[in-house]
Nanobody, 124 residues
Framework: QLQLVESGGGLVQPGGSLRLSCAASGFTLDYYAIGWFRQAPGKEREGVSCISSSGGSTNYADSVKGRFTISRDNAKNTVYLQMNSLKPEDTAVYYC?????????????????WGQGTQVTVSS
């Protein structure tokens, strides 16, 4: 069974950092582009970042450019999202998603497999 599991969320003060992980089981991520998405209460889902299957191409939403970094370790079957300089407006449930394509997209409708999400709360 194909499964994605996010971890690493939590409560952090403004200006702090978190690293989210997205671990795959039941399949290898080598041939999958991965995206990170978030959804805050009362808001639409937002594409945050994505990485191509090779890791050679990445994309970021304007709201997180320069603060977030996506990376992947195919040997560990895991994708990471390093989040620095966190702001209260980054508070949301963060989801990772996978699609069997080389290139990635920030459009969630492109993705076939989703994790259950991990809560990130930025508050003092």
């Amino acid at each position: 069974q194909l499964q994605l599991v996010e971890s690493g969320g939590g409560l952090v003060q403004p200006g702090g950092s978190l690293r989210l992980s997205c671990a795959a089981s039941g399949f290898t991520l080598d041939y999958y582009a991965i995206g990170w998405f978030r959804q805050a209460p009362g808001k639409e889902r937002e594409g945050v970042s994505c990485i191509s299957s090779s890791g050679g191409s990445t994309n970021y939403a304007d709201s997180v450019k320069g603060r977030f970094t996506i990376s992947r370790d195919n040997a560990k079957n895991t994708v990471y999202l390093q989040m620095n300089s966190l702001k209260p407006e980054d508070t949301a449930v963060y989801y990772c998603a996978a699609v069997a394509l080389a290139m990635c997209s920030l459009d969630g409708y492109e993705y076939d497999y989703w994790g259950q999400g991990t809560q990130v709360t930025v508050s003092s």
